[in-house]
């Protein structure tokens, strides 16, 4: 009985830093679509003011 329960204490620990891991890499590639996107805004606008 103890093998199994620490058979799933660790299958839950487990569980725990993928999804971790995977929370962080969510709000990593929210930053880098938000930088993307004024990098994006930063150019056109540029090229217009230059253009003008």
């Given at each position: 009985m103890k093998t199994l329960l620490y058979g799933f204490a660790v299958i839950m620990i487990?569980?725990?830093?993928?999804?971790?891991?995977?929370?962080a890499i969510g709000g990593l590639i929210h930053l880098l679509l938000v930088i993307g996107l004024i990098s994006?805004?930063?150019?056109l606008l540029?090229?217009?003011?230059s253009s003008a």
């Open positions: 487990i569980g725990w830093v993928i999804g971790f891991i995977f929370y994006i805004l930063y150019n540029s090229n217009k003011i």
